[in-house]
């Protein structure tokens, strides 16, 4: 991606992110969170912190800014694999919308993710294949290429 992510600041273990998404209406304090699934997986999440504190990953801000956050995300991701190279990430939208919207990002984004990364679709039947452009997956893996 050519965007510029935010400047985001990062707990010493690199499982939490947080970054203001900022436009000309609003700030909105978002945070990634990487949570382990098991030895090997962990999932991301993308939430905003509402002013209750309370961390929601349903909401569409649609704060005009997707662009920087998705390279903001990106960011955390290289972050990550900075301090746990051997690990692998999933994420998936919170619904078929968003899943969907994951994966037209990453058409258009796989030549500079296959810079750093090796991309996975997993499919409904949770069969994990190499991403194939326009596919149908439910959820996506990330593993960093050494």
Do not use: C
Not at 26 to 41: A, F, G, M
Not at 90 to 107: A, E
């Amino acid at each position: 991606m050519t965007e510029p992510p935010y400047p985001f600041l990062s707990s010493e273990n690199r499982l939490t992110f947080a970054f203001e998404s900022i436009s000309t209406e609003r700030i909105i304090i978002k945070q990634v969170l990487y949570d382990q699934i098991d030895t090997i997986y962990y999932n991301l999440a993308l939430v905003d912190v509402m002013s209750d504190g309370r961390l929601a990953d349903d909401i569409v801000s649609n704060n005009q800014d997707m662009p920087k956050i998705i390279a903001t995300v990106l960011q955390t991701m290289v972050s990550f694999f900075d301090k746990y190279p051997d690990k692998f990430i999933y994420f998936q939208g919170s619904n078929p919308v968003l899943t969907r919207f994951y994966r037209i990002i990453i058409d258009r984004e796989l030549n500079k993710l296959h810079e750093l990364f090796w991309v996975y679709g997993r499919r409904s039947d949770d069969s994990l294949e190499k991403f194939v452009p326009n596919g149908v997956y439910v959820g996506f893996v990330f593993a960093l290429k050494s």
